[in-house]
């Protein structure tokens, strides 16, 4: 759907419009927050007030002022401020649009199309505007909870400010609520009386996001009961409307990929109480357990590895747990993983050894197995050679044979590299004992007069 002019003209503003619309910002001193951005000073704010708007995209999670930053451009810009909906606009509507915009610039008039949820458009849509942002006719303004760097083309982004939102501190959102609850806009006239510690928990219960806040404000002051000319906000309402927090998480998108990081990063940095609170964020939003355990069996292997072998058992089980009983029993399974593996000592010996042995495998030519560890099932390929040389390791001493299982071209290659953490200082010194009896008997085997002749 295209809008000419705005879609934030008054009718949208009316008594029966949700609060956070009836209340939504025209200057920029009414906007709350962002003060980086908007603050005095701030270039955002600079371009607004000099009507010098170049294309640009907003990004940050829902409710931090996208929107109202593109209705204050509305409202103060001398251009003409058209909008698309990602949701329902076609090319071919974009196409028609954009022929106007051109059309207007031959006349001197400027055009400002805002896209909200710039990265619902496809490629072939945002294609679309391109030529027209290159050479002038229109600017274009897009709107993304998602990062710009992987949804918008990367012709579009290149041509674009990109401006970062942060989402409200509970100090905006309290001042945001207490106008709400001031103005005539909002609730002025219903003489609302809200204990200060009611609005402040709202705003801690709202996430960062003014949307967000303001809805809930309003089903409190709508629920809330009437004494005299008042509207009395008890803390019963209160708590009956902030039950249920809705966290801030897209199972597809990037929050997804940042939450899991922040996982494996504070188990790898041995900080359990920082893993149970990546991963109650993970589970309590939605996020299936098998992908969290099987992330978590990953990690057992890659960061913690042979200092402690343990570790891949005890993230096998939660992982069979997470599968036999789901949500939200596993819960708790998946917290002692987590836990056990941020305190288990570290090592990614083998994770490191299997890249260096991947290295090879791709850079070099595929060596032939040598002769000695070849399988000879037939008389003929015994004939040939399968097998010639190769000493079985329980009937030598200590139960190392000298043999040499790599190519000829990687002979003495070493891809394992043990650490000193935990258990695997155990390995370490195996494996130093190891590589003693096999130069041994290496330097025996030389020694002998038939080696020499």
């Given at each position: 759907m295209v809008g000419s002019g705005s879609l934030f003209e008054d009718a949208g503003t009316g008594a029966s419009a949700p609060l956070a619309e009836r209340l939504r910002p025209r200057t920029l001193d009414e906007v709350v927050g962002q003060r980086h951005l908007v603050g005095e000073g701030g270039v955002l704010r600079r371009l607004i007030s000099s009507d010098n708007i170049p294309s640009m995209i907003f990004w940050g999670p829902p409710g931090v002022g996208k929107t109202t930053l593109a209705n204050v451009i509305a409202h103060t810009s001398h251009a003409q401020f058209i909008t698309f909906s990602a949701v329902t606009s076609g090319i071919k509507e974009i196409k028609e649009v954009m022929a106007a915009a051109d059309a207007s610039r031959a006349y001197g008039g400027?055009?400002?199309?805002?896209?909200?949820?710039?990265?619902?458009?496809?490629?072939?849509?945002q294609d679309a505007f391109l030529p027209f942002v290159e050479k002038g006719s229109i600017v274009l303004i897009g709107a993304t909870t998602e990062n710009p760097s992987f949804e918008v083309n990367g012709a579009l982004l290149s041509r674009s400010k990109v401006f970062v939102l942060k989402g409200l501190s509970e100090d905006d959102l309290a001042t945001l609520l207490l106008r709400a609850v001031e103005d005539a806009r909002g609730f002025g006239s219903l003489k609302v009386k809200i204990d200060r510690r009611f609005v402040d928990a709202?705003?801690?219960?709202?996430?960062?996001?003014?949307?967000?806040?303001?809805?809930?404000?309003?089903?409190?002051?709508?629920?809330?009961?009437?004494?005299?000319?008042?509207?009395?906000?008890?803390?019963?309402?209160?708590?009956?409307?902030?039950?249920?927090?809705?966290?801030?998480?897209?199972?597809?998108?990037?929050?997804?990929?940042?939450?899991?990081?922040?996982?494996?990063?504070?188990?790898?940095?041995?900080?359990?109480?920082?893993?149970?609170y990546w991963l109650a964020r993970m589970l309590e939003s939605g996020e299936d357990p098998l992908y969290v355990a099987r992330r978590v069996l990953r990690f057992a292997s890659e960061d913690v590895g042979l200092a402690d072998p343990h570790a891949v058992e005890i993230a096998v089980a939660a992982f069979q747990a997470c599968h036999f009983i789901g949500m939200p029993e596993c819960s708790v399974h998946l917290a002692q993983a987590v836990i056990y593996l941020s305190v288990a000592p570290k090592s990614n010996s083998a994770d490191v050894a299997y890249m260096r042995a991947k290295k090879d495998v791709m850079e070099r030519p595929d060596e032939p197995v040598p002769m000695a560890i070849r399988n000879a099932p037939t008389r003929l390929m015994k004939e040939v050679g399968y097998g010639k040389g190769y000493r079985y390791a329980h009937d030598e001493e200590d139960k190392i044979a000298d043999l040499q299982c790599l190519p000829d071209s990687l002979a003495g290659r070493e891809y394992y590299t043990p650490t000193a953490e935990g258990i695997e200082a155990r390995i370490a010194a195996r494996l130093e004992k190891i590589k003693e009896i096999k130069a041994a008997k290496r330097a025996r085997a030389e020694s002998r007069p038939d080696a020499q002749s």
């Open positions: 400027r055009t400002i199309v805002f896209v909200d949820e710039i990265h619902r458009f496809n490629k072939a849509q709202i705003a801690a219960f709202s996430n960062g996001d003014a949307r967000s806040a303001l809805s809930t404000l309003e089903m409190v002051v709508l629920n809330s009961p009437q004494s005299g000319d008042e509207t009395v906000v008890t803390e019963e309402i209160v708590r009956a409307c902030t039950s249920r927090k809705a966290l801030l998480y897209d199972k597809s998108g990037e929050e997804h990929y940042n939450t899991i990081s922040a996982l494996h990063k504070s188990m790898r940095n041995s900080d359990p109480d920082a893993a149970v």
